[in-house]
């Protein structure tokens, strides 16, 4: 058999070689998406991946699909979502949410509502794009928009521009909105706020954010059907912006709504973040504490650079943990990062221990601390929440670590409990110098001394994954809810403070 020619080619079929190529090419796309358009019909993280060509995938996107998935379906009724910035949060939840709920439920009012008006029309058209490519057309065939664009409402015609779209043949509307702005005429059964603040200057200003929640509650939230769910994402610029607001109103009063928070940072702050419901359902492994969450795109040099560079800022962006830039008794501002700490330094490990596995309860915390020419230096900080078996054995591994040059100390709690516990430290920590002390006074009180080293600027940090989690609790000291490691610290600094050089084996 002789194999034709380009030109006999050309002449039998009426394509060039490249046209072929390409109709070829289609044909397998569209029998590819074909096979799989039941499943993303029914599933949302499918549908990001057939639709969304060239995706990278993390296993934070299965986390956030499963969750918005529920939201679509009405399962979580108040979701929040605080992500980093480029982590795919608005174009999982404000591009593609809302063409895989319409098609689903092509009868669903939708309204988004962004910072200003022109970010949210360029959300709206992106949900028209998708809605009009040929892979959405095969997994949803019933589910179109106007060909044209229409920007009034006229006879037989469906509605469709930057402001709002209508599926056609169906009750389903979509509208846009920016903050601040009236939505008349139309109620939502989704309702979806991305990024309602635009930045840092607008976030410091108590008028805007007094101003987004006269919003919130007077205009967008009475547009709300009585089974309506709400999803709200945002950068954390500000303890007092409108999700700090809205979750301090759920956490006060028992019968206002209560919200499902989904914070994954950066940095991981906590083990077990999600939960283990959610990770066996995912069947993905929980990370473990001061892991980045996009390892692929956004690796750890990345983001400690990204960091020094930020400095406190990179806590309201990354963290998701607004902070004031200065603390009622601690200037964070005024402590410097170092890379390393001078070898000949005084040191001590100081413990504050609690009892408590797991839950958001008190943590144990042991502070590294260094002394060298009048400079204080938090040198390491280990913190969790350990059973009591568990605890012992990571205060004997960082004692083996720190070495016999550096002096224990651990304060002993009220009680025959406190007593026993200090005890068996003692027991557990047999060749090193280990010292028991009952404290007095407030955890403020003694944290005073340590709290005047660093506003004079006698105080330095040494780098690591923890210095965003043990910054945090020092900036919210003494109203923040933890203060394990402020009392550590306070701890250390107050016995290396009094401390005798010729104590310390050098």
Not at 417 to 437: D, I, M, P, R, W
């Amino acid at each position: 058999m002789h194999s034709l020619s380009l030109s006999q080619i050309e002449n039998r079929t009426g394509y060039s070689l490249a046209e072929l190529y390409l109709l070829h090419r289609k044909e397998v796309k569209r029998a590819f998406i074909e096979a799989r358009a039941e499943e993303a019909r029914k599933d949302f993280y499918s549908f990001v991946r057939l639709t969304y060509h060239g995706f990278q995938v993390n296993w934070h996107h299965k986390v956030l699909c499963y969750y918005l998935e529920r939201f679509a379906r009405g399962q979580e009724k108040r979701l929040m979502i605080f992500l980093p910035p480029r982590y795919s949060k608005s174009e999982l939840l404000s591009r593609r949410l809302p063409a895989w709920i319409f098609g689903n439920n092509p009868n669903l009012n939708i309204i988004a509502a962004s910072y200003s008006a022109d970010l949210a029309s360029r959300m709206n058209r992106d949900v028209q794009r998708i809605m009009d490519e040929d892979s959405y057309g095969i997994i949803f065939p019933d589910v179109k928009l106007n060909s044209k664009n229409v920007r009034q409402d006229a006879q037989g015609s469906w509605l469709r521009n930057n402001d709002i779209f209508e599926v056609v043949g169906h009750r389903g509307v979509y509208r846009s909105a920016g903050i601040g702005v009236g939505i008349t005429g139309m109620g939502f059964d989704r309702g979806i706020i991305d990024d309602p603040i635009k930045d840092d200057k607008e976030a410091s200003s108590k008028v805007v954010r007094e101003g987004l929640e006269e919003w919130y509650n007077t205009t967008f939230y009475t547009r709300k059907s009585p089974d309506a769910g709400i999803c709200v994402t945002m950068t954390r610029w500000h303890e007092d912006d409108l999700a700090g607001r809205i979750l301090s109103k759920a956490e006060q009063d028992a019968f206002a709504e209560q919200w499902k928070v989904i914070k994954l940072p950066a940095f991981c702050e906590q083990e077990n973040e999600l939960g283990k419901e959610v990770y066996d359902t995912l069947g993905i492994k929980p990370r473990k504490i001061g892991e980045p969450l996009w390892v692929e795109r956004f690796p750890e040099q990345h983001l400690l650079s990204t960091r020094a560079t930020l400095g406190r800022k990179f806590n309201a962006l990354y963290q998701q943990s607004p902070t004031a830039l200065d603390g009622d008794l601690f200037k964070v501002s005024f402590i410097d990062a170092v890379d390393a700490v001078p070898a000949e330094a005084q040191r001590i490990r100081y413990w504050d221990k609690a009892g408590t596995e797991g839950g958001d309860g008190a943590e144990t915390a042991g502070v590294l601390m260094a002394k060298h020419n009048g400079i204080f230096y938090v040198e390491d900080v280990v913190h969790g929440r350990y059973s009591s078996y568990e605890r012992e054995r990571i205060i004997k591994q960082t004692a083996e670590r720190d070495g016999v040059r550096v002096h224990i100390w651990q304060e002993q709690e009220p009680g025959s409990g406190g007593k026993e516990s200090a005890e068996l430290t003692v027991k557990n920590l047999v060749g090193y110098s280990v010292h028991t002390e009952r404290v007095s006074g407030s955890k403020e009180l003694r944290a005073e001394p340590f709290a005047a080293q660093v506003e004079a600027h006698n105080v330095r940090i040494k780098k690591a994954d923890w210095n965003v989690v043990y910054l945090e609790q020092l900036s919210k000291f003494p109203n923040g809810k933890l203060k394990d490691m402020v009392d550590a610290s306070s701890g250390a600094f107050n016995k290396l403070a009094i401390e005798k050089k010729a104590r310390l084996i050098i």
